[in-house]
């Protein structure tokens, strides 16, 4: 009995230390920069639409954000790879994730963390820790979605 | 003069995820499933276009603008080929982003070496 009590008294020691240790962010500094950040990616995309629309005017809005996407995809995987993605993510917090650039970030960021694991247990395994529940979670929800237009 | 409103738009819901990520110290796995199915609940109840008619990139950039094409090609693929298209529908809209995402990130991380080890 005394073990268990002895053992409680310890985990909780344990968890108030691991929360003093836990960096603190400071929340208005962060906020703004998220919002900077996220607010300048969004501009670079529409920018990148914007100029895709100007070269091919006969192209179709969906292909267009598609290309912009892919173009924005492009992008942060680079700075992934040669680790400029990470230190504009150290700055910016959620201004780095929400946007599609953090998607692609978290698909090439553990591929490479893990390449020394090799191609396929590394690279390949690795790729879907994030983007795999993105994936799941989304393509459920907009069949269900899909299942219910079929019946209005 | 429109990009404001992308900027504004596009700043406000990164500004949800660090919201989130202060509050409650969530991971960022969880942040982009959370945006991915605000998109589709989004589209699902026809807020979507309404917004990206102004916001454009503010809200398409986001991954919100994922979760919303997935719902958009299910419905759309469900209203043309039914429950089969339902199954098709969401990742053919999505495909292209997926296929570039995976591709790349194949690419680069053959070429580059990771830099937290060194």
């Given at each position: 009995m005394?073990?268990?009590m002895?053992?409680?008294k310890r985990n909780e020691?344990?968890?108030?230390?691991?929360?003093?240790?836990?960096?603190k962010?400071?929340?208005w500094?962060?906020?703004?920069?998220?919002?900077?950040v996220g607010?300048?990616?969004c501009c670079?995309?529409?920018?990148?639409?914007?100029?895709?629309?100007?070269?091919?005017?006969n192209m179709?809005?969906?292909s267009?954000?598609?290309?912009t996407?892919?173009?924005l995809i492009?992008?942060?995987?680079?700075?992934?790879?040669i680790?400029v993605?990470?230190k504009?993510?150290k700055?910016?917090g959620?201004?780095?994730?929400?946007?599609?650039?953090?998607?692609?970030?978290?698909?090439?960021?553990?591929?490479?963390e893990f390449?020394?694991?090799?191609?396929i247990y590394?690279?390949?395994?690795?790729?879907f820790t994030?983007?795999?529940?993105?994936i799941?979670?989304?393509v459920?929800?907009s069949?269900l979605?899909?299942?219910?237009?079929?019946?209005i | 003069?429109y990009?404001?409103?992308v900027?504004?738009?596009g700043?406000f819901?990164?500004m949800?995820?660090?919201?989130?990520?202060?509050?409650?110290?969530?991971?960022?796995?969880?942040?982009?499933?959370?945006?991915v199915?605000?998109?589709?609940l989004?589209?699902?109840?026809?807020?979507f276009d309404p917004?990206?008619?102004?916001?454009?990139?503010g809200i398409?950039?986001?991954?919100?603008?994922f979760?919303?094409s997935?719902?958009k090609?299910?419905i759309?693929?469900?209203q043309?080929k039914?429950l089969?298209?339902?199954f098709?529908?969401?990742?053919?809209?999505?495909a292209?982003?997926i296929a570039?995402a995976?591709f790349f990130?194949?690419?680069?991380?053959l070429?580059f070496?990771?830099?937290?080890k060194?």
């Amino acid at each position: 009995m005394d073990k268990i009590m002895e053992e409680k008294k310890r985990n909780e020691a344990y968890a108030k230390y691991v929360q003093a240790k836990i960096p603190k962010t400071k929340a208005w500094p962060s906020l703004f920069n998220s919002f900077l950040v996220g607010g300048i990616i969004c501009c670079i995309g529409q920018g990148i639409n914007d100029l895709i629309l100007l070269w091919f005017p006969n192209m179709a809005e969906q292909s267009a954000w598609a290309y912009t996407l892919i173009v924005l995809i492009f992008i942060a995987s680079f700075l992934t790879g040669i680790g400029v993605y990470d230190k504009i993510g150290k700055f910016a917090g959620g201004g780095s994730i929400v946007p599609i650039t953090g998607f692609s970030n978290s698909i090439t960021s553990p591929a490479l963390e893990f390449k020394h694991e090799g191609v396929i247990y590394g690279i390949c395994v690795k790729m879907f820790t994030i983007a795999g529940p993105v994936i799941v979670v989304g393509v459920v929800a907009s069949f269900l979605v899909g299942v219910v237009y079929l019946f209005i | 003069m429109y990009y404001l409103w992308v900027f504004l738009i596009g700043g406000f819901i990164c500004m949800l995820g660090q919201v989130l990520i202060i509050y409650t110290n969530i991971t960022s796995a969880r942040i982009l499933v959370t945006f991915v199915i605000i998109g589709v609940l989004l589209q699902a109840f026809g807020i979507f276009d309404p917004i990206s008619e102004f916001a454009r990139a503010g809200i398409n950039v986001p991954i919100i603008g994922f979760g919303a094409s997935l719902a958009k090609g299910a419905i759309s693929g469900a209203q043309s080929k039914g429950l089969l298209g339902a199954f098709t529908g969401g990742l053919e809209a999505t495909a292209g982003g997926i296929a570039a995402a995976i591709f790349f990130a194949f690419v680069f991380s053959l070429i580059f070496k990771s830099k937290t080890k060194s």
